[in-house]
């Protein structure tokens, strides 16, 4: 079975625990209903990365606390670009599916839908 990648990425105002977890549950349940077909039994693995700004959680436990428990999750900054997004939480799912490439839905919220206006999910 083929594995195809969905991109994400959201922001958040201040490095707060409760925000970063809060957003990153949302950017994960909205990339849920984004592709209903997607199950956490089905996710091969999961990267997040954060802009240096933000220390103060992981959002891989934002998927904890959504019940992902057996899928490999894994954190990492992410490069300082500059002039990049502040307060970003970005996210790589790997999904066993045999849907093609084109018709996986890739989700950016918030301040994060300038990364990828083309992507950014307004109707969910």
Known sequence: MPIRGIR???AVDSDLPDQVLAASAELLQ???RANPTLQPEDIASVLFTVTADLTSAY?????RDLGWTQVPLMCALEIPVPDS???CIRVLLHWNTPLPQSAI???YL???ARLR???SMTDL
């Open 8 to 10: 994400g990425a959201t």
């Open 30 to 32: 909205t990339i849920l």
């Open 59 to 63: 959002p891989a436990k934002a998927a």
């Open 85 to 87: 997004l502040p307060h």
């Open 105 to 107: 839905r890739h989700v």
């Open 110 to 112: 918030r301040t994060a």
């Open 117 to 119: 206006p083309d992507l």
